[in-house]
């Protein structure tokens, strides 16, 4: 009788997992007792890496973005205060940290990973930042732990580069994106979006393009129910050739800085909410990692590991496998 190639079928080939950039190598000089969350971002790399939900060859760490990159959206006379160190006393308790030339670099380095992250999307779907999303930053300012609005950086490059020309940001970070709202306020190309407790910092709000301001302690179903409609007129009405989702974890019930009341399972079906909608639209999507405050920081780093668990999952047909090239071998 004739041999039959009795042999199991091959299981299909795992997905590489999404590009992404990391800056959590570079130092941010703190006080001891400083309320920002120290380690958080390299706890969120370490867990994805030893899980394989991304892998090294897919990560790259983040150099500083050139100062001639950042006048994109940044004012001249902001950035000579910058690079001088002559930031004024009062901007500098806007921001929320204290001034130095070790933050200046790593904040250059934050908007040069949601760049290339902007770009890799592009090309396969959806890229990550493992940090990122300062949306507090102005163009002449800083606030909010932000000195470089990365998101803003990232839009204007993209369209210069004529890589995309509608963008929107999705902004479910429990604080109101009011840098980007008003940077962008007289762009027609950009829709921006937040979703945000309304009696949270900013105390005074910018103006988006669509805002939906919650009341404290709301919890997974309701804050649901007040996402899914809007988002979904948004991106089917305004179809954006890239979306930015700024998935901050900060509504989670246990985040010092919060006042919501979501747990990690309603985060989590706000991230497949986000991103199994962008992924049916055939729309490209960056993901920032936005605030994350919890006691235990623990909460904070499950809560954004969970939200690229959610990326490498609902993306992962789209993937490259091609590594991410690291800055030294540009």
């Not at 290339?116 to 396969?124: G, I, N, T, V």
């Not at 899914?228 to 890239?242: N, V």
């Amino acid at each position: 009788m004739p041999q039959t190639d009795t042999a199991p079928p091959r299981s299909p080939a795992r997905s590489p997992g999404p590009a992404c950039w990391s800056y959590d190598h570079l130092p941010l000089p703190l006080p001891e007792r400083h309320r920002y969350p120290r380690g958080r971002l390299r706890l969120v790399r370490e867990t994805l890496l030893a899980e394989g939900t991304i892998v090294p060859e897919r990560l790259a760490p983040c150099e500083p973005l050139d100062w001639g990159e950042l006048d994109r959206v940044h004012t001249p006379e902001y950035l000579g205060r910058l690079r001088t160190g002559t930031l004024p006393r009062a901007q500098e308790l806007e921001l929320g940290l204290p001034f130095s030339a070790e933050l200046v670099t790593r904040a250059r380095a934050t908007a040069y990973g949601t760049l290339q992250a902007a770009r890799a999307a592009l090309r396969e779907g959806a890229a990550a930042n493992l940090g990122g999303g300062n949306h507090h930053g102005f163009a002449d300012r800083p606030a909010g732990y932000c000195l470089f609005n990365d998101l803003a950086l990232a839009i204007r490059h993209v369209q210069r580069e004529g890589l995309a020309e509608r963008c929107a940001i999705i902004d479910l970070d429990v604080h109101q994106g009011n840098g980007t709202a008003t940077i962008f306020a007289r762009a027609p190309e950009v829709f921006t979006f937040s979703v945000h407790a309304a009696s949270n910092w900013p105390y005074t709000k910018a103006q988006s393009d669509l805002d939906i301001a919650l009341p404290d302690e709301i919890g997974d179903a309701e804050y649901l129910a007040a996402l899914e409609r809007p988002l979904a007129g948004i991106l089917e009405r305004f179809r954006p050739d890239l979306v930015f989702y700024q998935a901050g974890v900060d509504p989670l019930h246990s985040d010092r800085l919060g006042r919501l009341a979501l747990t990690h399972a309603g985060l989590k079906a706000r991230d497949e909410l986000v991103l199994t909608r962008c992924r049916t639209l055939r729309l490209p999507v960056v993901v920032t990692l936005g605030g994350g405050y919890a006691q235990p920081v623990s909460d904070s780093v499950e809560a954004h590991a969970n939200t690229l668990r959610v990326l490498a999952t609902v993306f992962a047909p789209a993937f490259g496998a091609e590594p991410v090239p690291c800055p030294s071998a540009r």
